[in-house]
């Protein structure tokens, strides 16, 4: 079965500062990453996905890029504000309808004023 | 997107005793949930895919005799935990897809999660 490994577990920032979480990915039929953040003690809310037929997706400070070749994708924020603080949790599942998600482990990400 | 709710959002039992948990999917019919289990600092972990009007899918692992789910309309799925004791404390949180009705048809929408603490 899938699995997908996560790094780092954490991550302090400056204000202002890029962060940058890296995820990979065993099986080679996963095409669909999605991103989550989730606040303490919240639901996890998507920020942005990507699918395999597109290498790089932007959303304003949000970017995500896919190597499909080398199974990894990462999470690009830029501009961190305090606000970002959060754990990331990146996904991967195969895109063939109701297939389930298989969760990285997480990034606690603290950005600091 | 869509509108997840669950209830309750905290729960505490007494071990030996049964809890039941919902999830609505409240703007559109949702064939498929699932059912996520996520200890404190760590990552969520499928339980259990539930399909309307079938039976459930159990991942490796999961006790379906002990997490009970049924999904008997296309707006609710329910996980009841029976017998619960101290370990099975955990925040439960459940998820629709939108499948074929999108064109992101496999993008999972969260409910808000249900604490649940075993004493």
């Known amino acids: 079965g899938e699995n997908v490994e996560q790094h780092p577990s954490t991550l302090s920032v400056q204000e202002g500062d890029s962060a940058v979480i890296k995820c990979t990915y065993s099986d080679s039929a996963s095409n669909y990453f999605p991103w989550y953040k989730q606040e303490l003690g919240k639901r996890p809310q998507l920020i942005i996905d990507i699918r395999s037929n597109v290498g790089e997706k932007k959303d304003q400070r949000i970017a995500v890029t896919l190597n499909k070749t080398a199974k990894h994708f990462s999470l690009h924020i830029t501009e961190t504000q305090p606000e970002d603080s959060a754990v990331y949790f990146c996904?991967?599942?195969?895109?063939?309808?109701?297939?389930?998600?298989?969760f990285g482990t997480g990034t606690r990400l603290l950005v600091s004023p | 997107g869509a509108v997840v709710s669950q209830h309750p959002s905290r729960v505490i039992c007494k071990s030996g005793t049964s809890v039941k948990i919902e999830c609505r999917s409240l703007d559109f019919q949702a064939t498929t949930m699932f059912w996520y289990r996520q200890f404190p600092k760590q990552s969520l972990m499928l339980m259990a895919t539930s399909n309307e009007g079938s039976k459930a899918t159990y991942e490796q692992g999961v006790e379906k005799d002990k997490f009970l789910i049924n999904h008997a309309s296309l707006t609710l799925s329910t996980l009841t935990v029976t017998s619960a004791h101290p370990e099975d404390s955990s925040f439960y949180i459940c998820?629709?897809?939108?499948?074929?009705?999108?064109?992101?048809?496999?993008?999972?929408?969260f409910g808000p999660g249900t604490r649940l603490t075993v004493l």
């Open positions: 998820s629709v897809t939108l499948g074929s009705r999108s064109v992101s048809a496999d993008t999972q929408y």
């Open positions: 996904a991967a599942s195969r895109d063939t309808g109701f297939q389930k998600l298989v």
